[in-house]
């Protein structure tokens, strides 16, 4: 297939015809269709139906060191919780504090003290004066939104293959006003990129001039490989303290798409001397999360290798749902020169840069039809991208048949808008 | 029992030797008793174990509107939790929000967020200058602590039998500095007094000078009746929309004594302009709470009458605490001038007022024997008690047969410190 820039107006007309029929025999299948969000489908939420039945009285609510899980107490989270989270984050048990069913409210709630309160000692943000943060793009949505609320001002890191583009990072942390950085640094949300060894070591070794300057480390999808040949991250605290900071990272992971992302556990890592600003707030704020819920989760996956077998179960239905995605993204688009995409080997979605001036066309096409996607601009801060090219595809909670019907709608869509686009020029 | 104050010396040294005696063999005895927090005892965690088997494959996990419980989404909570705590709250279901398993944690949001961003689009209090709270005394230490945390200043206002002292109420809301006011109406933390009536109206019907003024109607004891005689709380949303003054009033309520402490649920309730005010944060904050463990709660608890069944089994096992402490208080401290209290017919406490100067001692010789209880001072602002005489006894958690010993050496205790004192003077 050539380019579309390469052809010619005729041509261009005549193609634009042909998708216009097909566009209008989808649309009058009056189609309902969902694929805006990083949902896990029924299939999946069936996989881990044992751990509703995982503590009862027959197995007993006390803990391996001998905590009653549904009575108060345990700010931190319950031992063999923290020691699954430290696994899973590749950091000490000691090092962990395990919250409630969303780690995006941790995040909240950290970035909310570090503008009441001020991190480790520094003063409270809301009172520096203009704070501004990174945000490698694109990006999650719910990351730029916590950052836009407290009034943080984004600066756009452009992402590459390897992760967010260093040399820009390095520039930017030499404003003080610059108080962190959003990463989802394995199986990126939204392009599936893993971040080079290089990157994660560049990044252990800024020397931002904020004191208060934080990594927020979003592990969401450290552990959801899709294939056998697995991407492997860095560990970043690790990596952070050799250099000694350690005190820059904060990392997040959750269980939300290892078992229930309606009622999962959630769990940060950091320094202790980060714990211990943590906890001041958290002892305020809490007498202490759902126990019992970190003990359905430990009974259930006692390590590592048990939260493995579980996102195997996971991949096997994952793995057909991107294979539709990429292989029909492959057979339409491939060689006409309107997208670009990454093959992500984990995670839970597939983005597309378009042709630019076209992802909200095509976003507008879809929704016409009855499909409905993660609006355009969705992964950029403040929800514009500048573009006007990037989009999300969230493969998860279709069914297979309806995500073959809604990517062949997809491919349709950002053909007919770039010939539209070409055909204005 | 004649009081003490018209003790002679030489009577008063012979008391102190016989207390000082059998302070001396309760010492030798080497107890570690904690009668520090309103935890339920173990037997009480043993009624909700139904709860635990309520959302399995077999039961299923659908709201009654076809939800899927286990997956994402429903910022609101799930139907059948919402309508639950609209009944036990009194509110009509549309006006309350389920979150997670802490109505301490919705209350800390709440006034964080009032900081940060302001309340129904008034500025936000971190903004105004010096921004003050009501705290009726005793009370709540944990409510304490958030206005404290978030360098909010404390006024003091004494507790009545029948409430907060309205007369000073009314006069301190005149100052738009005074932006709110903490309560625990129904069976208060710590006295276990109920708001009357007259109380209620007053204060549905102040006028105070802040717009963004609000009642934290922490009404955690609103079902815990432990006699057949239940105290009656008005129904204070009611009386202020009345008045047109629903917007004052933030209503709180949770499982945590009701089912289980770590692992319950917690709601708030308000009106219509609140709701969508608090949703504005809690849409950055979070994707939503834990549906499985409302789901968990509804099955077992459909109705009100379900939740008073299991009240009426929480008291059967909270009554003979409460009479072993209310009826040692009466017959070894009674009489003698040196204590009041109030004998509270609900809720989790029984708080002390014992001879000014004397609280910390008792609290001291108490800790040194092996007793531990809530501080001295907790049940104040800033944890000052400016008489140092109030006490809160926690008698859930303990044994039967633990707590008459631990309540027998607090009357020693108490009265050992008022005869030193006497003595002294």
Same mark, same amino acid.
């Given at each position: #297939?050539?380019?579309?820039?390469?052809?010619?107006?005729?041509?261009?007309?005549?193609?634009? &015809?042909?998708?216009?029929?097909?566009y209008?025999?989808y649309k009058s299948r009056e189609l309902r269709l969902d694929m805006?969000?990083? &949902?896990?489908?029924?299939?999946?939420?069936?996989?881990?139906?044992?751990?509703?039945?995982?503590?009862?009285?027959?197995?007993? +609510?006390?803990?391996?060191?001998?905590?009653?899980?549904?009575?108060? %107490?345990?700010?931190?989270?319950?031992?063999? $919780?923290?020691?699954?989270?430290?696994?899973?984050?590749?950091?000490? $048990?000691?090092?962990?504090?395990?919250?409630?069913?969303?780690?995006?409210?941790? =995040?909240?709630?950290?970035?909310?003290?570090?503008?009441?309160?001020?991190?480790?000692?520094? $003063?409270?943000?809301?009172?520096?004066?203009? *704070?501004? +943060?990174?945000?490698?793009?694109?990006?999650?949505?719910?990351? +730029?939104?916590?950052?836009?609320?407290?009034?943080?001002? #984004?600066?756009?890191?452009?992402?590459?293959?390897?992760?967010?583009?260093?040399?820009? *990072?390095?520039?930017?942390?030499?404003?003080?006003?610059?108080?962190?950085?959003?990463?989802?640094?394995?199986?990126?949300?939204?392009?599936?990129? !893993?971040?080079?060894?290089?990157?994660?070591?560049?990044?252990?070794?800024?020397?931002?001039?904020?004191?208060?300057?934080?990594?927020?480390?979003?592990?969401?999808?450290?552990?959801?490989?899709?294939?056998?040949?697995?991407?492997?991250?860095?560990?970043?605290?690790?990596?952070?303290?050799?250099?000694?900071?350690?005190? #820059?990272?904060?990392?997040?992971?959750?269980?939300?798409?290892?078992?229930?992302?309606?009622?999962? *556990?959630?769990?940060?890592?950091?320094?202790?001397?980060?714990?211990?600003?943590?906890?001041?707030?958290?002892?305020?704020? !809490?007498? %202490?999360?759902?126990?019992?819920?970190?003990?359905?989760?430990?009974?259930? +996956?006692?390590?590592?290798?048990?939260?493995?077998?579980? #996102? &195997?179960?996971?991949?096997?239905?994952?793995?057909?749902?991107?294979?539709?995605?990429?292989?029909?993204?492959?057979?339409?688009?491939?060689? &006409?020169?309107?997208?670009?995409?990454?093959?992500?080997?984990?995670?839970?979605?597939?983005?597309?840069?378009? =042709?630019?001036?076209?992802?909200?066309?095509?976003?507008?096409l879809l929704k016409e039809a009855g499909v409905t996607m !993660?609006?355009?601009?969705?992964?950029?801060?403040?929800?514009?991208?500048?573009?006007?090219?990037? /989009?999300?595809?969230?493969?998860?909670?279709?069914?297979?048949?309806e /995500?073959?019907v809604a990517?062949?709608l997809?491919?349709?869509c950002?053909?007919?808008?770039?010939?539209?686009?070409?055909?204005?020029?």
């Open positions: #297939m050539a380019p579309l820039v390469q052809c010619s107006k005729d041509q261009l007309l005549q193609r634009q &015809k042909e998708l216009q029929a097909l209008n025999s805006s969000r990083g &949902k896990p489908g029924a299939d999946q939420l069936d996989i881990s139906t044992d751990l509703l039945n995982a503590v009862n009285e027959a197995t007993g +609510f006390v803990t391996e060191d001998g905590v009653d899980t549904r009575n108060y %107490g345990g700010l931190d989270g319950i031992t063999e $919780a923290r020691r699954l989270f430290g696994e899973i984050m590749g950091m000490p $048990a000691e090092l962990v504090i395990v919250g409630g069913n969303s780690s995006l409210n941790m =995040m909240f709630d950290y970035i909310c003290t570090a503008c009441v309160k001020g991190i480790c000692g520094n $003063a409270p943000w809301l009172t520096q004066g203009a *704070v501004k +943060f990174l945000c490698p793009a694109p990006g999650y949505d719910r990351h +730029f939104a916590i950052t836009q609320y407290f009034g943080i001002e #984004m600066i756009t890191v452009p992402m590459t293959e390897n992760g967010p583009d260093m040399d820009r *990072v390095e520039a930017l942390v030499q404003d003080p006003a610059v108080k962190g950085m959003w990463c989802v640094p394995m199986y990126s949300n939204p392009q599936g990129v !893993t971040y080079s060894d290089d990157t994660v070591r560049r990044l252990a070794a800024l020397n931002p001039a904020a004191p208060d300057f934080r990594i927020m480390w979003d592990n969401a999808y450290c552990v959801h490989h899709l294939y056998e040949q697995e991407d492997v991250l860095l560990n970043l605290y690790r990596e952070a303290a050799k250099l000694g900071h350690e005190d #820059m990272v904060i990392q997040f992971a959750s269980t939300s798409k290892i078992s229930f992302p309606g009622a999962g *556990v959630a769990a940060l890592a950091a320094s202790a001397h980060n714990l211990t600003d943590i906890r001041s707030r958290m002892t305020v704020q !809490t007498i %202490g999360f759902d126990k019992i819920n970190m003990l359905r989760h430990t009974r259930i +996956f006692p390590d590592m290798a048990a939260v493995k077998e579980q #996102m &195997k179960k996971h991949a096997a239905v994952m793995r057909p749902k991107f294979d539709i995605v990429l292989n029909t993204l492959n057979t339409e688009l491939a060689g &006409k020169g309107i997208a670009r995409w990454h093959n992500p080997r984990g995670g839970y979605f597939v983005s597309v840069d378009l =042709m630019p001036g076209t992802a909200k066309e095509t976003i507008r !993660t609006p355009a601009g969705a992964t950029y801060p403040y929800g514009v991208d500048p573009e006007d090219s990037n /989009l999300r595809i969230a493969p998860s909670y279709p069914p297979l048949n /995500l073959q990517i062949d997809f491919c349709i950002a053909e007919l808008a770039a010939v539209e686009k070409l055909l204005a020029q």
